[in-house]
Nanobody
Framework: VQLQASGGGLVQAGGSLRLSCAAS????????VAWFRQAPGKEREFVGA????????YYADSVKGRFTISGDNSKDTVYLQMHALKPEDTAVYYC???????????????WGQGTLVTVSS
């Protein structure tokens, strides 16, 4: 499956942004679709994930209550809705897919190209 992430941009602190992750070549099916982010000079970190089968979601503590992951099966797209953005949320955001849930980026088989989110103070 090929993943295409989009929706990044520049936003002021406290603002909102929605990222999209579209699948092509194969449907998401029973995949777990996750969002990771990588800030300059830092390691890639888990943001959240959704089980496409059943829709259960998981979030990192740093974004819980501010970010929401959802899926649109008709468009084979997963969204990351981000609210109350903070400067520390600035990073390149990646979507990824795997057959099982993991907080480790190495466990994900398929990756989108990343989209930059910049939050100004």
């Amino acid at each position: 499956v090929q993943l295409q992430a989009s929706g990044g941009g520049l936003v002021q602190a406290g603002g909102s942004l929605r990222l999209s992750c579209a699948a092509s070549g194969q449907t998401f099916g029973n995949f777990v679709v996750a969002w990771f982010r990588q800030a300059p000079g830092k390691e890639r970190e888990f943001v959240g994930a959704i089980r496409k089968s059943g829709g259960k979601t998981y979030y990192a503590d740093s974004v819980k209550g501010r970010f929401t992951i959802s899926g649109d099966n008709s468009k084979d797209t997963v969204y990351l809705q981000m609210h109350a953005l903070k400067p520390e949320d600035t990073a390149v955001y990646y979507c990824a897919a795997a057959f099982a849930l993991s907080w480790l980026s190495d466990e994900y088989n398929f990756w989108g190209q990343g989209t930059l989110v910049t939050v100004s103070s």
